[in-house]
C-alpha cells in the first residue's frame, strides 16, 4: 500500500468506495507496481481478496508483500486470500498429463475453443460464499484482482472472451456483491496494433467499461533513471466527477513516490 | 524477516539457508539465486546475473552470429561451473554445437605450476615429485573454478575430457519422432514435452531423493520461431499457429519458475512480421536483450560507432521478489567483440541528473545581480 497513492485517491483502507472497477494498464512501462498496493491495500482493509496469479508465482508477491507489511501466506490459511496458482499449473495441463490439476479453472487452456467459463466459476465460488459459515471473522467486501488480462490474448483467447468475462464478473462482483474489481492489461504502441486481438483494443473496451483508470507510461523522453515514467489517473464519472490527473512517479524498494510532473528532486 | 515456509522443496525463490551452496551460483538479497551468463558485462548489464528460475531472450542480429556466441558462452559456463545442459536446436546439430564451445582461460595454480616444469634434478626429487603430480592431474579437476564468470578465449575449443565430465540432453528435431497431436503449443509440442521429462526425470523440480546433489540445468533453445521449427510467425502476418510461440514461452516460464532452472532463449526478431506477436514474446520474457550488428559501411562512417560491433539494447529487466530492481545507468549499451571478451560499454553518458547533487550550494556562491541572496533551502528558491 503506498500512502501517497492513498492521499491522491482520497482512499484509505478504512474508508474506500465500493462498486469499483479499476483498470491499470501500462505502455512502454510496469505498472506491476500497483497490483502490488492493490493487493497490499485491499488486504489491510480486511475484505475478502481472491487473486488470479496468471504470470508470476505466489513466492513473488508473498516476499513484495512481506516488505509492505502484509502476511499473504497467512491470509491464505485464514481464508482472506483465495490465489490461483496458474502459472505453475499451466504446462501440465497444456501437455495433457494425467496427474495435472483437474478443476475447470483453467479451461482455457484446454479446448480447441479457449473460453473463460471456467475461470468465472471459479471467481464466483470463491468470493460469493458470505463470511459466517465456519469462518469465526466477517470479512469485508469482496475484491477481485487479476495479474494480467493481457497474457490471455498470448495464450489464444479472444478479445470478445475476455470482454464477456470481464463483464460477468463485474456484474456479479461489482454490481450484485458491492465488491471491487482491479484488473491489469498491459499494451504496446499504437502503430503496431491495429486488429481486432490486439490489447489495445481490450484496452478501450475495458476503459468504457471502468470506474477509474490508471495508466501508466515511459516518459515520452526517453529512459530516466530517477522517473520512472507518469501516470494518468481519470475518474469516470459524470459531470464534475470526471476528472483526470497526470502524475510522475518512482518506484523504490518499499513503495513509490508520486509527484507532479517536473517536480521530482532530481530535476529541481 | 522470516521467510515463510513453503510446500515446493525446491522453489528457486526461497533462501537456501543451510544448505549447501549449488557450485556456480550466488544468492542476492532478496531471496534468490543468481547465476553467471557466461559474458560477464551482459551480468553487469542485467544487474548481477541470471536469476535462476528466469527466462532470458535474446533477439538475434542480422547474422545470428552475435546469438550464437552468447548462446554458446552460456553454456560454456555451464560446462566450468558443473551444471547439466540442455540444448535445442533446429538448425545446426546440438552435438556439434557442444563440440564447438570456447576454451575457458583459468588462471589457478595448476597451471601455472605445469607450465613451469623444473629440469629433473637428484637433489630435489620430492619436490619434483608434487610437481609431476599435478602436471599429470586431468583437465577436469583444474576446471572446478569457483568465480562467478569467467573469460572464454575464441580461437580454441574446450577440452574433450571436460565435455565429458558434463551431463547434457539435446533436442534436435529431424531426429525426434513427431506425434500428430494438435494442441495450442503447435510445432513445440514435443521440445516442452522433452524438457519436462529432463527436469523431472533429473529431479530438478524437487522430486527425488533428498541425498541427491543439487545442481542447475542450463536450457540453451536456439531460433525459437524461426520456420525450420515448423512456425510460421516469422513469414506470414497472421499466421495459423499464431499463438504457438507465446503459448510455448509461458510454459516454459512456469516450468522454470518450479524448478531450479535457466533458460536462453533466441528469437531471430528481424524475421517477425507482426510486431505485436514479438511484443508479447518480450513481455512474457523475464529479461530481454536485443542485439543490433553493424555492417561494415556504418561503421566507417559513423565515429561513434568505429569502436564497436554493435549495439545491445536492453528491453526489460527482470525484477522478481521486488517492487523495482536496481535501474540500470542508461540502456545505451554497445559491445565490442575481442578473442577473449565479450566487452559490452556504455556508449555515452546520460546527463548528469541525480537526487543527491546539489543545486543550492552552486547558487550561493555567485554573487546575485538580482535581489537578496538566496536563503532557504527548498528546490523551488529561485
Redesign the interface.
Known amino acids: 500500500m503506498f500512502p501517497e497513492l492513498n492521499s491522491i485517491l482520497s482512499s484509505s483502507p478504512e474508508n474506500f468506495t465500493e462498486g469499483e472497477f479499476i483498470l491499470l494498464s501500462d505502455r512502454q512501462a510496469d505498472a506491476s507496481f500497483l497490483i502490488h498496493h492493490y493487493l497490499t491495500f485491499y488486504l489491510r482493509a480486511r475484505c475478502r481478496v481472491c487473486f488470479l496469479g496468471l504470470v508470476q508465482s505466489f513466492s513473488h508477491y508473498s516476499v513484495v508483500s512481506q516488505r509492505l507489511g502484509v502476511n499473504l501466506t497467512q491470509a491464505k490459511e485464514k481464508g482472506q486470500l483465495v490465489f490461483l496458482e496458474a502459472l505453475k499449473a499451466s504446462p501440465g495441463v497444456l501437455l495433457g498429463d494425467e496427474s495435472s490439476d483437474k478443476t475447470a479453472a483453467l479451461d482455457y487452456l484446454r479446448s480447441p475453443c479457449p473460453e473463460l467459463r471456467g475461470l468465472y466459476e471459479f471467481v464466483w465460488n470463491s468470493l460469493s460464499r458470505a463470511g459466517g459459515e465456519d469462518a469465526a471473522e466477517s470479512w469485508g467486501p469482496p475484491v477481485l484482482i487479476i495479474d494480467d488480462l493481457s497474457v490471455l490474448l498470448s495464450l489464444g483467447v479472444s478479445a470478445g472472451a475476455i470482454l464477456d468475462f470481464t463483464h460477468y464478473c463485474q456484474a456479479t462482483i461489482c454490481s450484485q456483491l458491492q465488491g471491487s474489481m482491479i484488473a491489469l492489461v498491459r499494451c504496446d504502441d499504437e502503430e503496431y496494433d491495429e486488429d481486432e486481438e490486439s490489447s489495445n483494443y481490450l484496452l478501450k473496451a475495458l476503459s468504457h467499461q471502468c470506474s477509474l483508470s490508471l495508466r501508466v507510461e515511459g516518459l515520452s523522453t526517453g529512459y530516466c533513471r530517477d522517473i520512472h515514467g507518469q501516470v494518468e489517473i481519470w475518474w469516470r464519472g459524470r459531470g464534475i466527477k470526471n476528472q483526470r490527473k497526470i502524475f510522475q512517479y518512482k518506484v523504490h524498494d518499499k513503495g513509490a513516490s508520486f509527484f507532479a510532473p517536473g517536480t521530482s528532486r532530481a530535476v529541481l | 524477516?522470516a521467510?515463510?515456509v513453503?510446500n515446493t522443496p525446491c522453489?528457486s525463490?526461497?533462501r537456501s539457508g543451510g544448505r549447501a551452496q549449488i557450485r556456480g551460483t550466488r544468492n542476492t538479497g532478496?531471496?534468490l539465486l543468481t547465476t553467471s551468463s557466461g559474458a560477464p558485462g551482459l551480468d553487469r548489464a542485467l544487474g548481477g546475473g541470471l536469476v535462476v528460475g528466469s527466462l532470458l531472450l535474446i533477439e538475434e542480429d542480422q547474422n545470428d552470429s552475435y546469438s550464437r556466441l552468447l548462446l554458446q558462452y552460456f553454456l560454456a559456463e555451464g560446462v566450468v561451473s558443473g551444471h547439466q545442459l540442455y540444448l535445442a536446436s533446429a538448425r545446426d546439430d546440438p552435438d556439434d554445437m557442444i563440440q564447438d564451445l570456447p576454451c575457458p582461460i583459468l588462471d589457478d595454480v595448476g597451471l601455472s605450476s605445469s607450465s613451469s616444469a623444473p629440469p629433473a634434478d637428484t637433489q630435489t626429487l620430492d619436490t619434483m615429485k608434487i610437481a609431476w603430480r599435478y602436471q599429470n592431474l586431468p583437465q577436469t579437476e583444474l576446471a572446478s573454478s569457483s568465480r562467478f564468470g569467467h573469460c572464454y578465449d575464441l580461437s580454441k575449443r574446450m577440452d574433450t575430457r571436460m565435455l565429458q565430465a558434463v551431463q547434457r540432453h539435446t533436442f534436435y528435431p529431424p531426429q525426434e519422432k513427431t506425434d500428430e497431436?494438435t494442441?495450442?503449443?503447435g510445432p513445440y509440442?514435443g521440445l516442452?514435452?522433452s524438457i519436462?521429462t529432463v527436469i523431472h526425470r533429473e529431479g530438478f523440480d524437487g522430486s527425488g531423493s533428498e541425498g541427491k546433489v543439487r545442481n542447475v540445468l542450463r536450457l540453451g533453445l536456439h531460433s525459437l520461431g524461426s520456420a525450420l521449427w515448423g512456425d510460421d510467425v516469422c513469414f506470414s502476418e497472421s499466421p495459423d499457429s499464431?499463438?504457438a510461440l507465446?503459448?510455448f514461452l509461458?510454459?516454459l516460464?512456469?516450468?522454470l519458475?518450479?524448478s531450479l532452472s535457466v533458460a536462453m532463449v533466441t528469437v531471430p526478431a528481424h524475421l517477425i512480421q507482426n510486431?505485436?506477436v514479438l511484443?508479447?514474446v518480450v513481455?512474457?520474457s523475464d529479461a530481454a536483450v536485443a542485439l543490433e550488428s553493424f555492417s561494415s559501411s556504418e561503421r566507417q562512417t559513423n565515429p561513434l560507432y568505429s569502436d564497436y560491433h554493435g549495439l545491445l539494447h536492453i528491453r526489460q529487466v527482470p525484477?522478481?521478489?521486488?517492487?523495482?530492481c536496481e535501474?540500470?545507468?542508461?540502456?545505451d549499451l554497445a559491445f565490442k567483440l575481442r578473442r577473449k571478451q565479450f566487452s559490452i560499454e556504455k556508449l555515452h553518458l546520460?546527463p548528469d541528473?541525480?537526487?543527491t547533487?546539489s543545486?543550492v550550494s552552486k547558487a550561493k556562491g555567485e554573487s546575485p545581480a538580482c535581489g537578496s541572496a538566496p536563503t532557504g533551502h527548498t528546490?523551488?528558491d529561485f
Open positions: 524477516m521467510a515463510p513453503q522453489s525463490f526461497r532478496r531471496a497431436q494442441s495450442s503449443l509440442a516442452l514435452k519436462q499464431g499463438h507465446t503459448t509461458y510454459a516460464r512456469a516450468l519458475r518450479s510486431k505485436a511484443g508479447r513481455k512474457l525484477h522478481l521478489n521486488c517492487l523495482m535501474a540500470p545507468d542508461n540502456k546520460p541528473l541525480s537526487e547533487v543545486r528546490p523551488l
